[in-house]
Every structure is written in C-alpha cells, then in structure tokens.
C-alpha cells in the first residue's frame, strides 16, 4: 500500500540512482573482477532504459509498478552481494570464488528477468528502444558466468589435497604461495598474518552463523595454510621459543611435562581443549564436544544439567591462549629432555628421545621449526654419523625426514650440517634403513619448484651416492628402487657425467638411451666416457643386448670425423665381448669397417681404430667366423688379406695402427692354412714380413716372427739369407730367449723346426750365439707348445752326420730332459723326443770304446763295466747311450700305449740297438727289457706304416735262434693272421711278413712249412 501512495517518477528515480550506484561499486570488488565486472556492465546498460522511462512518462499501471518494484529488490539484492564482497579478506574470496561466480550470476538473471517485465508493461514508451531493451533483458537471463580459470585450478588443487589429507608443510607452502599470487598479496609473514587473521574472523563469523559444514571446511583450509613458511614469522617464533624455554629452565632437569590446569579439561570430552567455547551459563566446553552434544539432542549445560534456553556459542580467546601456552612449554620441557638423552651417548636413552621427537612432530608442526632452534636437529645428524646401531640410525632418518617434508629452513639445515655426507652411506646399509635413507634423500632434494638443483649438485659430487642409488635401483625393494630412479634420472638432468657415473655403477641403460637417440653433443660426451671405462665381460655383452651396436655402425657409416672416432673406439671395446662379435657381425659391420680401413684419404685414427677391431673379431681363436655379411655369408678373404699386407708397404704406416693390423693378420691366418698359403703366394706375404724383424717396436717384431713361423710351412725361400746377415740372427735368438711371451717363443722355436737341416752354417751360427742354449732352456721352461716345437727345432743339431753337434747337445744337458719327456709330454712332445734319442743312439756303436785285453790275466786292472747294448764302455756324454740314459723302459712303454705317432718313433730308435755292428746285444737287450712282446702286439693294431716299422725290426730280432723259441710261436700266429691269402703279395709289407716268416720257419724244429707252398 505504501509503495502505491509514492508516484511512480519517484520510484523509478530512486530505482535508477541505485542502478548507477551498485554498477559503480561492482567494478570496485577484487576477487572475481570479470563477473562483477559483467554486472555493472549491464546495470549501467540497464540506466539509459530508466531514464528513458522517465522522459516519455512511464505508465502508472499496476504491472508497471510491480515491475519496478521487483527490479528495485533485485538491484538491492545485487547492491548487497557487492557489499558482502567488496571488504572481505582475499583468501576467503578466492577460496569462495566458485560460490560467489553463481551469487553473481543469479543476481544478474533475475535482474534481467525484472527488465523484461517492466519492457512488457511499458511496450509503447520503450518503442523507441525496443531492440536495445530486448536485447539487454535477453542477454542478462542467459548470462553464464565462469571462475577464473587459474583461481579455479587453485581451488581444485586446495580441496584435493584437504581430502587427501595431504597436510605436509611443502603442500601448505605451495598453496600459501598460490593463493597469495592470484590475489596479490606479497608471500611477507605480516602481509600474510592479516590475511590469516581475516580468515579466521570468517570462521568465527560463520561459527556464529551455525554453518557448521562452513566452519568445518574453512578451519581445514586455515590449519592447512598456517603450516606454511611465510604463515610464520621466524624471527618471532625462535623469540617464542627463547622466551618459553627460559620459562622452563625454572623447572626441575628432570621434569618432562606440567600437568593441566583444571580449567583446560573439557567437561564433556575430559580432555584438554582446542578450541574452546564459552555457554551463556559460563561453562566451557571444547567446541566439536558441545556441537555433537546438541546434535543428539541434549541441549542441557554440560556442568549444572540444566536446561539452556541459548544454544549460542561464543569461542573462549583467552582460554584458549592459556591453553596454547601451556603446550608450548611441554615441547619446550620435552625438548630440554631430549637434548640431554641424546647427549648420553646410551643408545636406549637416545631411542627414547628420538621417539619423543617424532610425537612433537605429530603433535604440532611448530616443533619442526623448535626442534631445530632448540639443536636437536644437528645433534642427531651428528650421531647419525657416528651411530653403529641399525634401530637409531633408522629412527633418525625418519625423523629427519619427518622434520624436513616441505619445511624448506629445515632443508637448509641438514644440507648445511653436512647432511649428505651422513645420510649417503645409510643407502649402501640393510634395506630398512636404505629405504628411510632414500626416502629422507628424495624429500631434501624436492623444493617448490619441484627439484633443488644445488643439493642435487652436492649429491652428485659424492662418489658413492650414484653407486648406492643403482644398487638400491637394481635391488629387491620395489618402492626403494622406485625412489632411486627418480633421484637419478634427476641428477642426469642436473648433469650428464652423472649418467656415465651410473654406468660405471652398472646403469647403462641411461647412457644407451643418450647415444641411441640423444643430441649430439650427448652422445659424443657418453661415448667419451665408455671408452674410458673399465669393463667385464658381463658388462659388455649388456651393452650389446639392450642395441647400442647398430647406432654405433651408423655413426660410423655416415658421422663426422669425432663421432667416427669414438664409435669406432666404443666397438673396440665391445669387441672385447665374444658375443658383441657376433652382433658387429649380423648387423653388417665388418664389411662397414673394412671399407672405412682400406678407402683412400682416411685419417690415420680411423685406420688405427678398424685395425684394432679387425683385431678383435680374429682373436681368440675366432679367425675369419665373423668376416661375413649382414646375410652371414663369408667374406672373400684374399683381398682383406692383401690389403692388411699392403698396410705393411706403407711408409707413411704409423706402428700404432700396424701393430693392430699384423695381429688381425696373425689370427685370420691362424684360423686356416689356405689363407697363410695366400698371404705367402698371392700377396708375397714373407718378402712383406721379412723386414719387419728389424723394426723398432718390439711388439712389431713380435708379431712378425709368429707371421713368419706360418709362412715358413709353405714357403722359406729367402729366410735362410736373410737370417744370416748381420744381427739378424741375434735377433731370433733373442725372441727365443722372451720368456715373457711364450707365443714369441713357441714362434721362434717352430720357425727354426721349419728352416733346411741341411744349412750346416745356420746351425753352427746358432751354436755360436748360444741359439743351442736357449732352445734347451726352452725345454725346461717353456709352454707345452713351445717345447714342442723348440724339440722339432733341436733335431738341426742332432743330424746323426754331425756328431760334433751331437755332442753340444749332449754336454748343454739336453738328454736328460728328453727322456723326461717320454715320461710326462704331450703326444707330439715324445714322439718328437723319442725321434731325437734315436738320432742320438745311431752315433752310439761308432763312439763306443771297446775294451782290449793286455798282459796277463792276473795282473789286468779291475774291469770297467760294459754295454750290454755295444759292447763296450758307454756313457751318456761320450757315446749317447740311451741305455745309459735310462730312456729303455720310456720307450718300451710308449709301445705298450699303444699310440700311433708314439709307437712309431719308438720302434725306429729301438731299432738303433739292433744295428749290424751290435745285432744280438741290442736283441738281448730289447728281450730283457720286455719290448719284443710290445712290437709284436703292434701287428694286431698299428697301422700299415706302423707294422711295416715293426716288421722291420722283428726281421733283425728274430735273426737270433733263441728269440725265434721265446716267441716264435706267437709271431706265428699274429703274422698268419695278418697276411692271411695276401702273403704273397709284391708290396713290401708282404714281403717283410714273408721275410719273418722265413726266419721263423729256418729255426723251426719241425722242417715242414706251416704254409704249404711258402718254401
């Protein structure tokens, strides 16, 4: 009734002086500038509608005035929402900004609904600016407003982490830091308590409200955010504490707590109160108690029981800054505490206080930073590293951990106090404590820009940090393992030497992944450092499995002149592996080097770098296996061949990509005795090598007398000459003398077996340089296969037609180790001595002294014992006699062990007893020896060779008439048996047997032949 007394002009001219007022205001308010923003635009829009109303007289209709009077509350709703924003602390609007974005929205909609109406009752006045109108009015019922974007990103993230109770200090800092940043408030401890202090003016208010799912969100965010560095002005708080603690040194040493005051206990929980409220009968209570007791329905006074008529709460400030205060000098009381046990050196006591730490810490976050004013912090980083027990160093980790999650001063701290150099060698411990290790390494290294680049520097100039993080990496503990890859692939981030530092750990996959698909100056630095590395077999075939082969040869095929190198010199090393050969191989890499070796205008590193890898897929006995294609088919080798020898020629060849080439030389010939017949005949391999013996590098030289030891089976035309001249002889002689490679040795020794015996002046000149000497020392000392072949090169000096040699030989002691050898060489070793004694035995009957009578029988001297083979006075030193050597029961036994190669030597030098001048001596002497038997045997099993050698020196044996009875019967039958129907037979086998045969048969007691026709 009021309103329909008042003329409608004045309504309509107070309706648009509000109008202009609140579009003012709304541009004014901070939080959420872009919706109020759209308000005032369309409320000062909404003003020239009005005033247009006002010129053409707006019709006093009652749906005119209703219209009006509802637009005038909407705008007075709109004017209200902007007054309840305009003022409020800014982190309670941008945590309300979702809320207030809808507020604003609603408001403008039904201020655009009232617009519409009042355009319907006033058509014919509005005519004019029907469209404007229309348009306003249908823009401001559609409107949708947004949130900010990144305020909304805030919001999101602040209730995520509420409702993952994610309440660590780093999140609070993030958050604190965010919110102050979309508001623009400075992150300053006192710009920052005014806004805190705003907020928690907005709990009260909402508490006062009864908004209690409010209060409860709002006290979650302000407990979150108060944990926050910059919630907290750290000069104040150590003064807090300072002024606490001197409080407390009133207090007995002893005494760890002051009981509560009976005011602080809550009537209702019996536990000391929060947060606690005063009724309107004076009780106190602790708020969440007293809100619950309403709930259920008790609305009596806690205390008295009686009724309460007002149910209001009203927070108790200065019982509840009593109540603060005695906690406070309860930390300050258990801190004191724990200084002293930890301090006793007990490590009960210290237990005790580190468990009392950890509860301060649960209890309140303030104790992260008093613990640290207090000194606690140093003091048990300092036992953690003189501590021996496992369960304190253990419990200071996690402490640790506990006191530095998201407190950046904390952080400082442990760094600062040489944290790093205590808390690293716990990763290397029992995996508990590796675990807390890592955990702890992991939260120091996080700030809140993710990662603390300068501690991840210090981490990394600790030698064995990176070792322990790829052992826990690569151990059992999953959740270790997983902490260790973050930090690491971090610190390779930091730094790439760290990722060379992992592989020499035994991380490789990191450095792979850097040359397989990193930039190029990644993957020259990874390649420079594998190189440098000391690898096991094991390491190198991992590198192979996981592929760095095939990046490695594309480098190579098409990289410049630094990454050709080190490509080149990583397959080198991974040569090294027998199976990173066969993976060079498959991918086609041999013929890719062997390109880059032998093409034209190739700087000499490369040369030297494939000449090693040549080197490599020919050692150890591989030879040309994997000289094949991509395809595995075999490469054709004479040109390679002939190409490594024409390497030789070159004057310009440096020995440093020689040496390399000659030992990939040596072991593709090695492999195969058709190559070194090509190296000899195709490439004129000798005449190439030859001169390498008077080469200044003495691995050169080397290498060159194993080339010339193969040659020399094929071909030694020139050798001899060359050999004689001046000091070149010296020069094999001193290869025999290397005892520190026997392979040079074994070289010399075969070269000398394989040169003419009959070059007499070659071996009195060897004689002469006491080459003689050293093959006898090699005997006694050499490798198998040395003595083997210096046995073969012996025989030049024990040419039965130079007994002069012989007798060197002899007197440098070279017997006795021959008969050694019949008793424990190789196969190849006594048959070779067993050949050498009978070179030596064939000179025996000529050196002989036989004994003469003289004068009387009863005045000649006492009787020098005689040979029983010669017959006369033998010895080792002046007639070679093997019986006087002790070889006969060797060599009887070679015949029993029934080896071809053996076997054979051994009847030619038993045949030496049984010469003409000696004949039935030396068959006495086989006979008592027991080696007729042994030959005779020889017939059931040797080869024809073999048995032809038996039957020769059964021929002699069975000259004598008692050998014919002893073992006539025998001989018998093995030689029948051999012969069968083929006796007569033209070839010289059937003709020994007949032979034998003939001799059994002339001392046979029976004058019939026991073959009908023989005879």
Not at 496 to 513: F, H, Q, T, V
Request: net charge negative.
């Amino acid at each position: 009734m009021v309103m329909e007394l008042i003329p409608i002009g004045t309504i309509l001219a107070v309706v648009t002086n509000q109008v202009i007022k609140t579009a003012q205001a709304a541009k004014d308010v901070v939080i959420e500038k872009d919706s109020f923003k759209v308000l005032a635009k369309h409320l000062f829009d909404i003003e020239p509608v009005l005033k247009e109303l006002q010129l053409q007289q707006l019709n006093d209709s009652q749906a005119a005035r209703l219209a009006l009077e509802s637009l005038e509350a909407d705008v007075k709703k709109a004017n209200n929402l902007v007054e309840k924003y305009k003022n409020r602390g800014r982190f309670y609007l941008l945590v309300k900004c979702r809320h207030i974005v809808n507020e604003v929205q609603e408001v403008t909609r039904d201020i655009g609904r009232s617009l519409a109406s009042l355009s319907i009752a006033n058509t014919e006045v509005l005519s004019g600016i029907s469209d404007q109108v229309n348009r306003l009015q249908s823009e401001m019922q559609r409107v949708e407003f947004e949130t900010s974007h990144s305020q909304l990103q805030i919001v999101d993230k602040l209730n995520q982490g509420l409702r993952d109770q994610k309440c660590d200090q780093g999140f609070a800092n993030d958050m604190l830091e965010e919110i102050a940043r979309a508001v623009g408030v400075p992150v300053e401890p006192s710009e920052i308590s005014k806004e805190l202090a705003s907020f928690r003016r907005e709990i009260e208010e909402a508490g006062n409200r009864k908004e209690r799912a409010e209060v409860l969100f709002l006290e979650q965010v302000i407990e979150l955010l108060s944990q926050a560095d910059a919630a907290r002005d750290y000069e104040e708080m150590k003064k807090q504490y300072f002024q606490r603690a001197q409080v407390v040194e009133r207090y007995d040493a002893r005494k760890e707590d002051i009981p509560p005051l009976k005011s602080f206990i809550c009537r209702i929980s019996g536990m000391v109160m929060v947060d606690p409220v005063s009724l309107c009968t004076g009780t106190t209570c602790e708020r969440a108690a007293i809100e619950d007791r309403f709930d259920r329905g008790q609305k009596t006074d806690p205390e008295t029981g009686d009724v309460l008529e007002d149910t209001s709460l009203r927070s108790n400030l200065p019982l509840r800054q009593s109540i603060e205060e005695w906690r406070e000098l309860n930390y300050c009381l258990k801190i004191r505490a724990c200084e002293a046990k930890l301090s006793s050196g007990v490590d009960s006591s210290v237990l005790e206080a580190l468990n009392q730490m950890q509860d301060l810490i649960r209890e309140n976050t303030i104790n992260k930073d008093w613990i640290s004013i207090g000194g606690l912090t140093d003091s048990i980083i300092s036992i953690l590293g003189s501590s021996h027990n496992r369960e304190v160093k253990k419990k200071i980790l996690i402490i640790l951990k506990d006191l530095v999650e998201g407190h950046a001063r904390n952080k400082d701290k442990v760094i600062g106090h040489q944290g790093l150099d205590h808390i690293v060698p716990c990763l290397g411990r029992d995996r508990s404590i590796s675990m807390a290790a890592v955990e702890l390494l992991y939260e120091l290294l996080q700030d809140r820009s993710n990662w603390n680049v300068s501690v991840c520097h210090q981490l990394s100039q600790k030698c064995s940090g990176i070792l322990f993080l790829v052992t826990l990496l690569k151990g059992p503990v999953r959740e270790s393992a997983e902490y260790a890859e973050k930090i690491l692939n971090k610190l390779f981030d930091v730094d790439e030497e760290n990722i060379s530092r992992a592989a020499r750990s035994g991380w490789y996959k990191p450095l792979i992944d850097r040359i397989v698909q990193g930039p190029e100056s990644s993957r020259m630095s990874m390649m420079k450092a594998l190189v440098t590395m000391e690898l096991v077999d094991s390491n190198l075939k991992l590198l192979g499995e996981e592929g760095i082969i095939p990046s490695l040869l594309s480098m190579v095929d098409s990289g410049n002149l630094e990454s050709k190198e080190l490509s080149l010199s990583v397959l080198v090393k991974l040569c090294g592996c027998r199976a990173n050969k066969e993976l060079i191989a498959a991918a086609g890499g041999v013929p890719l080097v062997l390109k880059l070796m032998f093409s034209p205008h190739v700087r000499a590193i490369l040369i030297f770098r494939c000449s090693e890898i040549i080197e490599k897929l020919s050692s150890e006995g591989d030879g040309i296996k994997f000289f094949v294609d991509e395809k595995g088919v075999q490469l054709e080798m004479e040109p390679i061949i002939i190409d490594l020898l024409a390497l030789q020629q070159n004057v310009n060849s440096s020995n440093n990509y020689r040496r390399p080439a000659l030992r990939a030389l040596l072991g593709i010939c090695k492999s195969e005795a058709g190559l070194v017949k090509t190296a000899v005949l195709t490439a004129n391999g000798l005449s190439l090598v030859l001169p390498l013996l008077d080469d200044p590098d003495s691995e050169v030289r080397e290498i060159s007398i194993n080339l010339l030891f193969l040659f020399s089976q094929h071909e030694l035309q020139g050798v001899v000459e060359y050999l004689l001249k001046p000091k070149r002889l010296e020069a094999l002689v001193g290869f025999l003398e290397n005892g520190n490679n026997s392979d040079v040795q074994m070289a010399a020794a075969g070269l000398l077996a394989n040169l003419p015996k009959s070059e007499v002046p070659l071996t009195m000149k060897l004689i002469e340089l006491d080459g003689l000497h050293a093959i006898i020392n090699l005997l006694k000392s050499g490798t198998m296969e040395a003595k083997e072949h210096a046995l073969s090169a012996l025989f030049r000096f024990t040419d039965p037609t130079n007994v002069e040699s012989q007798r060197i030989v002899v007197q440098q002691g070279a017997y006795p180790l021959l008969v050694s050898f019949l008793r424990v060489g190789t196969v190849t070793a006594k048959a070779r001595a067993a050949a050498l004694i009978g070179n030596l035995s064939m000179s025996s009957p000529k050196l002989t002294i036989v004994s003469k009578k003289t004068g009387c029988w009863c005045f000649r001297k006492s009787r020098v014992p005689l040979c029983a083979a010669h017959g006369g006075i033998c010895n080792v030193e002046d007639s070679f006699c093997l019986l006087e050597a002790e070889a006969l029961p060797y060599l009887v036994k070679l015949l029993h062990e029934e080896v071809e190669a053996t076997a054979y030597e051994a009847i030619q030098t038993l045949s030496t007893l049984v010469q003409d001048s000696c004949l039935q001596k030396g068959v006495n002497v086989l006979h008592e020896a027991e080696a007729i038997k042994p030959v005779l045997e020889i017939l059931s099993w040797g080869t024809d060779s073999l048995k032809e050698e038996a039957l020769g020196l059964l021929e002699k044996v069975f000259v004598s008439r008692e050998m014919v009875e002893i073992y006539g019967s025998k001989a018998r039958y093995l030689l029948v048996g051999l012969t069968g129907r083929n006796v007569h037979d033209d070839g010289r086998p059937g003709r020994k047997v007949a032979k034998v045969l003939s001799l059994l048969e002339r001392y046979s007691k029976s004058s019939t032949s026991i073959i009908p026709g023989l005879f």
